[in-house]
Nanobody, 123 residues
Framework: QMQFVESGGGLVQAGGSLRLACAAS????????IGWFREAPGEEREAVSC????????YYLDSVKGRFTISTDVAKNSVYLHIDNLKPEDTAVYYC????????????????WGQGTRVTVSS
């Protein structure tokens, strides 16, 4: 059974940094596109970044460009999201998922929703 386990969230002050991790199990992520999503309180879940693991192509939501960096470690079957210059509006639960394609951004039905990792940014 495929699943993702997210970790690395926490409470940080504005301007700080975090590295979120997404560990995949039940499949090898080498050939797929993996996306990071976030859900802020009272808002819909939105896609913030994506990486096509096979060719390294990436996607970023316009509002996070320059602050978010997505990367992979194939040996650890994991995807990471490094966030710099955190802002209060980054406060959300962050999730990863895939649509079983190798193309970013993800546009099809999404799979692998885990518990997410909570990021809280204080001003």
């Amino acid at each position: 059974q495929m699943q993702f386990v997210e970790s690395g969230g926490g409470l940080v002050q504005a301007g700080g940094s975090l590295r979120l991790a997404c560990a995949a199990s039940g499949f090898n992520l080498d050939y797929y596109a993996i996306g990071w999503f976030r859900e802020a309180p009272g808002e819909e879940r939105e896609a913030v970044s994506c990486i096509s693991v096979n060719d390294g192509s990436t996607y970023y939501l316009d509002s996070v460009k320059g602050r978010f960096t997505i990367s992979t470690d194939v040996a650890k079957n994991s995807v990471y999201l490094h966030i710099d210059n955190l802002k209060p509006e980054d406060t959300a639960v962050y999730y990863c998922a895939t649509d079983w394609s190798y193309v970013c951004p993800l546009r099809n039905h999404l799979y692998g929703w885990g518990q997410g990792t909570r990021v809280t940014v204080s001003s």
